[in-house]
């Protein structure tokens, strides 16, 4: 590999690039905790038209975001080259199109700067912003990766050490809360919508059966939920365009009750991982981990199982630069370093 994508000691200032989705992220971060300057461009108004992400739409405002972003992030951070030691970039996985556009900017900086390369995975880099916000990290944790595309456990040895306990079999948690917004007619992202329209509402008032499939099972599967939100909104075998049967003054209820029983699911299969692993020590990340019914829950839970459970900040939630340049130090400091046919892969 050329020397200057090889560094003999371990860069320290990296500069985080992000588009694997709908957000142009680019963060600067020392010794992968200290943030320096973070920009995030999102695109949800773009999306918001069409109910959801349209990967031709994103690879196109990636595009006309990434420069400005860049420019801003350098800027404010009062930084130019010589003070950037390394560049981290989000190869995987993603859309491909917004993967491509992050990619080949973090590529031409590193060429043009002599600067050395770092691929990161998407999903790492939500674990690391949970762990963030660690002053000591104390290894394993039970982890949980919780968006619009994921909704993953795991076991977790290192930052880059994460064994898969269990996965979604259909939708991802935030991609249910999504769909469920669209059929309820409150607009993209669904999360933060369901949420708003829920939280003077009574999570009991409507019944959701909570998918725990087998006894063991640490999967998840959220697309039953989704259609018996339908057949009790719309009456049972109801479709999408049948009118609504339960009027607008039970919506905040239904709303509550329809997010409490993603929330419990989750919340249960945490702590039958951290049982069944014998690890009393949680890290949660991702879009959904802003959920205050999330968060309230999981902390009631917690406290009643003597379990330490880790939140990213909000702002680290959902997708940002800050945990790629941070993850990107850890990848450094393993002497993870990629060369210039470093290539995206959208799975
Ligand atoms: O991590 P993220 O920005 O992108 C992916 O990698 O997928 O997550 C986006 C997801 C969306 O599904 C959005 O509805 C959900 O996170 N989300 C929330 C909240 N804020 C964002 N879900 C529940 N409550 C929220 N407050
Ligand atoms: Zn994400």
């Known amino acids: 590999m050329t020397a200057w994508l090889l560094p003999s000691t371990v860069p320290q200032t990296i500069l985080g690039i992000e588009s694997s989705c709908d957000e142009t992220a680019v963060a600067l971060v020392a010794r992968g905790r200290q943030v320096l300057a973070s920009e995030v461009r999102s695109q949800v108004a773009e999306h918001a038209a069409w109910g959801g992400v349209v990967p031709e739409i994103a690879g196109r405002g990636h595009l006309q975001a990434i420069v400005p972003a860049l420019e801003s992030c350098l800027q404010t951070a009062d930084c130019g080259p010589e003070q950037v030691d390394a560049i981290a970039v989000t190869c995987r996985p993603g859309l491909l199109g917004s993967l491509l556009v992050g990619l080949n900017a973090a590529?031409?900086?590193?060429?043009?700067?002599?600067?050395?390369?770092?691929?990161?995975?998407?999903?790492?880099?939500?674990?690391?912003?949970?762990?963030m916000g660690i002053e000591e990290w104390q290894f394993p944790y039970i982890s949980l990766v919780v968006s619009g595309g994921h909704t993953n456990l795991f076991r977790s040895d290192s930052p880059l050490q994460h064994q898969r306990l269990g996965c979604t079999r259909d939708d991802a948690a935030g991609e249910a809360l999504d769909k469920a917004?669209?059929?309820?007619?409150?607009?993209?992202p669904g999360g933060p919508?369901?949420?708003?329209?829920?939280?003077?509402?009574?999570?009991?008032a409507f019944s959701f059966k909570r998918p725990m499939l087998s006894k063991d099972s640490l999967d998840f599967s959220f697309s039953g939920l989704k259609t018996a939100l339908l057949y009790t909104l719309k009456g049972p075998g109801g479709k999408r365009s049948d009118p609504d049967r339960i009027g607008p003054e039970r919506q905040a209820d239904l709303c509550a009750s329809f997010e409490s029983a993603i929330v419990d699911t989750l919340a249960k299969k945490c702590l039958r991982a951290c049982r069944q692993q014998e690890v009393p020590r949680l890290l949660i990340g991702g879009g959904v981990a802003r959920n205050r019914r999330l968060r309230s829950c999981m902390e009631q839970i917690a406290a009643e199982n003597d379990l330490q459970v880790h939140?990213?900040?909000?702002?680290?939630?959902?997708?940002?630069?800050?945990?790629?340049?941070?993850?990107?130090?850890?990848?450094?400091?393993?002497?993870?370093?990629?060369?210039?046919?470093?290539?995206?892969?959208?799975?």
């Open 181 to 188: 917004a669209a059929t309820l007619g409150l607009g993209y």
């Open 193 to 204: 919508a369901i949420q708003k329209a829920g939280q003077d509402g009574d999570p009991q």
């Open 107 to 131: 590529k031409a900086l590193a060429w043009a700067w002599r600067k050395p390369l770092i691929g990161v995975h998407h999903i790492e880099a939500h674990l690391y912003a949970a762990l």
């Open 311 to 347: 939140f990213a900040a909000p702002e680290h939630c959902t997708d940002n630069a800050d945990m790629i340049a941070g993850l990107g130090h850890a990848y450094a400091e393993a002497g993870r370093f990629a060369d210039l046919n470093l290539e995206a892969q959208p799975r």
